[in-house]
Every structure is written in structure tokens, then in C-alpha cells.
């Protein structure tokens, strides 16, 4: 048992260990694999404890390890985290694999898997989605974009840090999953705004309104999980609007430039503005309702006024 534990064992890098990389990296080092991390943060002391090793630079963990993930904000992050001095394209050599968990532009991603190929190494996108939560139970939904070999070589590291997990297409696709998934978060979470302030409003209990539909076709997980947060104000995140609003942002961008219209995702996202105009970025995206109480000057969940 333990001679093929250490035949399965992989050398994996990791850069960023925020609110999600830190549970995913500990995953993958208690699945019995060599961590060689890298944060600009020193490396967390229970991480160290459980064996890992800091890395001084992406580009040394890319020198260490064999499959190098990265899970920073945004696409400026991936960019420097890959390219810039000390990083991990310096690092690298021929038959490595660069795994991108991070959740940036597809258009750009593209790019970077052209230039890491061209070192002879592998590249996946590979954004995913649950949360902190799903980081930390290990039930991330992943969604891959890349060669299925090496999506293949990868596998058994997704499913330590994830459950769904699929293999969508080429470089980029995991990626335009991940903003197609963003969107639908984003309007779902509007929808569920909007209904249960208008059942508010309206005089009715939002928690027995919501309670009933979560019986009917109107049920969803947002329902279940950000519809309770409106009610009892529970806003820390969970999942920051200002990353939401990054998401949205590359959903709009790339719609237009292939001359595509997304009218409601533009609504949604003008709504995370006025959240994040009253001071809301670090709020969790559930909070989205808050710019439809400003508007009618009602929160959900308080007195009804006399009018009605």
C-alpha cells in the first residue's frame, strides 16, 4: 500500500494560497503528494507542518515540480505569475504541465497556453466553482479547457480538490465555461433578489415565501443558500462582489469583441456597481440585493409602510 502511494506520488507546484488555494494546496498534500508552494505571503505554518516546501518564486516551483498550479485573482496576476521575472515560464522545462485554476480571460488564456506550449510544456485552464465551501469540502465544480493527455495526468489531482469535474474542450473553453457559469450565478442571484423583496414588500414572511419555493420549479441552489442570506443578512463572504464583478467584466469584454449583446448580465453588473459605490466590494455576492433595497428604499425583511 504505501510502495504505491509513493508510485502515485506527483511533485506539484502551487502559486497563491488566498480564501481558495490555501484548502485546495492542502488537499493535494494530504493526498499524499510533494508540495512545493509559493505565495507572496509567508507560507502558512500548518502547511509547512504537513510537509510542504516554500518556494522563494514561481520560478523555483516551477524547477521543483511537474504539474505547476496557479490560483491567483485575476488575469494581470496569471500574466505576472507566469511571465514576469522569477516566474514560473523561467522555471520550466520540456514535459512539464501548467495548470491555471484561476478564473481570467479566456482570450488571454489562449496566449499563454500559445507561449507555454512553446517551451515544450502543457497547459490547462482549469477555473472552478463552489467557493471557499467547495474549497474547503473538496466539491468544487472544475471545468477544463486543454489536451485530454494532459488533462488525464491531472485528474487524479482535480478530483482531490473537486467533484464535478469535465473536460470541455480546448484552451480557453474551461475558462468561457467558468464566465458562462458567472453569468447565470450572477442572474439567479438578482432573480432571487427581486423575488423575495417584492414578497417582502408585499407584506408576506420571506423566509415561508422562500421555504415554498424551494419545494417548486423556482428552486435552486442560490435560492437555498444566498436567498437565506438576504433574509437573515449574513453578507461576508463566501464569494467577494468585486471578484464577481472581475467575472462579469470579462463576460462583457469578450461579448464584445465578438459583437455579442448580453443585456441582463450588463444589468447585474451595474447593480454589483452600486453595491460596491455604497462600500460593498469585500461583500458577499448575496449582497447584490442590496442595490435593489437601496432603489426601493425597503429592506427585506422590515416593516411594511403604511401604504400598503
Request: proline share 5%; charged share 15%.
Amino acid at each position: 500500500m504505501h510502495q504505491q502511494r509513493r508510485n502515485n506520488m506527483s511533485k506539484v507546484g502551487f502559486v497563491g494560497l488566498g480564501i481558495m488555494g490555501l484548502p485546495m494546496a492542502t488537499h493535494i498534500l494530504k493526498g499524499g503528494h510533494q508540495l512545493f508552494a509559493h505565495d507572496h505571503k509567508p507560507l502558512p505554518s500548518d502547511l509547512a507542518a504537513q510537509g510542504a516546501v516554500a518556494c522563494a518564486s514561481g520560478k523555483e516551483v516551477a524547477q521543483q515540480a511537474d504539474i505547476i498550479i496557479i490560483m491567483v485573482p485575476d488575469t494581470p496576476h496569471v500574466a505576472s505569475v507566469l511571465f514576469d521575472g522569477g516566474g514560473v515560464a523561467q522555471g520550466l522545462s520540456a514535459g512539464k504541465t501548467v495548470v491555471d485554476m484561476s478564473s481570467i480571460s479566456p482570450v488571454e488564456t489562449k496566449a499563454f497556453a500559445a507561449r507555454i506550449n512553446g517551451l515544450g510544456c502543457d497547459y490547462l485552464d482549469a477555473p472552478v466553482s463552489g467557493g471557499e465551501v467547495g474549497a474547503r469540502a473538496a466539491s468544487l465544480t472544475i471545468m477544463v479547457g486543454g489536451p485530454e493527455s494532459a488533462f488525464a495526468t491531472v485528474k487524479p489531482l482535480f478530483e482531490l480538490m473537486g467533484k464535478n469535474i469535465t473536460l470541455v474542450g480546448g484552451n480557453g473553453d474551461g475558462q468561457t465555461t467558468k464566465v458562462a457559469n458567472q453569468i447565470i450565478v450572477a442572474l439567479n442571484i438578482e432573480a432571487v433578489g427581486e423575488a423575495l423583496l417584492f414578497a417582502s414588500r408585499m407584506g408576506a414572511d420571506p423566509a415561508k415565501v422562500r421555504q415554498a419555493l424551494m419545494g417548486g420549479f423556482a428552486a435552486s441552489r442560490i435560492l437555498e443558500v444566498h436567498g437565506e442570506r438576504m433574509i437573515k443578512r449574513t453578507f461576508d463572504p463566501g464569494f467577494r462582489i468585486e471578484l464577481h464583478q472581475k467575472d462579469l467584466n470579462l463576460a462583457l469584454t469578450s461579448a464584445r469583441q465578438v459583437g455579442l449583446s448580453l443585456p441582463n448580465t450588463a444589468t447585474a453588473q451595474e447593480l454589483f456597481n452600486t453595491c460596491a459605490a455604497h462600500g460593498g466590494k469585500a461583500w458577499d455576492h448575496s449582497a447584490l440585493v442590496r442595490a435593489l433595497e437601496i432603489m426601493a428604499n425597503y429592506e427585506i425583511g422590515a416593516p411594511v409602510p403604511q401604504s400598503i
